[in-house]
Antibody, heavy 118, light 107 residues
Framework: QVQLVQSGAEVKKPGASVKVSCKASGYTFTNYDVHWVRQATGQGLEWMGWMNPNSGNTGYAQKFQGRVTMTRNTSISTAYMELSTLRSEDTAVYYC???????????WGQGTLVTVSS | DIVLTQSPGTLSLSPGESATLSCRASQSVSSNFLAWFQQKPGQAPRLLIFGASSRATGIPDRFSGSGSGTDFTLTISRLEPEDFAVYYCQQYGYSPTFGQGTKVEIK
C-alpha cells in the first residue's frame, strides 16, 4: 500500500539545522510531488513547501524562504526537508505528504517531532 | 495567500447528532481545490474530502462536503464515537493554506 515513513524525533540547539527524511513506498516516487507541513503543539497546520521528485523543482512558502531546502534521492525513493538556523518557534511535528495530480494531499507520513531547545 | 476561516472553533455534540462545519475563504478557491481533513491526537491528518465534495477512498458516506467559490461546508451526519476529532479545511491551489481547525467534542 502507499506509505510514507519519516525519520525519528530530533532534538536540536538554537542555530542548528535539522534534516528530516520521508521514504515512499507502494508507488512510483517520481510521479507525485511531495509537500511538507508542520504543526506546533496544540496548533494548526502550516504549509512549508513542495518538491517535484522527478525534476527536483521546489517551491517554498515565503515564511521559510532562505531557511528551508527540499531535496530527494530517487534511488531510494526518499524526500528530505532541511531547516536551518533553528529557533525555539520551530519546535513542531513535521509531516511529509504526497500530492495527487489534482493537488490534494494523501497520504501523509507519520510525522517527525523536532524539538529546538538549549 | 488565501486565508481560510473555520467556524465554529468548537462544536459540542452527542453521538448520533449531525455536525455542520464551515470554511470561508478570503478569495475564491480556484477549481474548488478544497479539501477536508480529520486529525486525532498523536496522528497525522487523514483526507476526508477533496474537490470540495468528493469523498476519499474508504471514507464513510456520513461525511459529505459541499460549497464553491468562498463558502464550503463539511457535514457529518449521525456522529459516531470515532468522529470526535479536529477537522481542517485546506485549499490546495498554488500556495496551499489551512484553516485553523474545528474541534468536534463529545457533549
Amino acid at each position: 500500500q502507499v506509505q510514507l515513513v519519516q525519520s525519528g524525533a530530533e532534538v536540536k540547539k538554537p542555530g542548528a539545522s535539522v534534516k528530516v527524511s520521508c521514504k515512499a513506498s507502494g508507488y512510483t516516487f517520481t510521479n507525485y510531488d511531495v509537500h511538507w507541513v508542520r504543526q506546533a503543539t496544540g496548533q494548526g497546520l502550516e504549509w512549508m513547501g513542495w518538491m517535484n521528485p522527478n525534476s527536483g523543482n521546489t517551491g517554498y512558502a515565503q515564511k521559510f524562504q532562505g531557511r528551508v531546502t527540499m531535496t530527494r534521492n530517487t534511488s531510494i525513493s526518499t524526500a528530505y526537508m532541511e531547516l536551518s538556523t533553528l529557533r525555539s518557534e520551530d519546535t513542531a511535528v513535521y509531516y511529509c505528504a504526497r500530492a495527487w495530480k489534482g493537488g490534494y494531499f494523501d497520504p501523509w507520513g507519520q510525522g517527525t517531532l523536532v524539538t529546538v531547545s538549549s | 495567500d488565501i486565508v481560510l476561516t473555520q467556524s465554529p472553533g468548537t462544536l459540542s455534540l452527542s453521538p448520533g447528532e449531525s455536525a455542520t462545519l464551515s470554511c470561508r475563504a478570503s478569495q475564491s478557491v480556484s477549481s474548488n481545490f478544497l479539501a477536508w481533513f480529520q486529525q486525532k491526537p498523536g496522528q497525522a491528518p487523514r483526507l476526508l474530502i477533496f474537490g470540495a465534495s468528493s469523498r476519499a477512498t474508504g471514507i464513510p458516506d456520513r461525511f459529505s462536503g459541499s460549497g464553491s467559490g468562498t463558502d464550503f461546508t463539511l457535514t457529518i451526519s449521525r456522529l459516531e464515537p470515532e468522529d470526535f476529532a479536529v477537522y481542517y479545511c485546506q485549499q490546495y491551489g498554488y500556495s496551499p493554506t489551512f484553516g485553523q481547525g474545528t474541534k468536534v467534542e463529545i457533549k
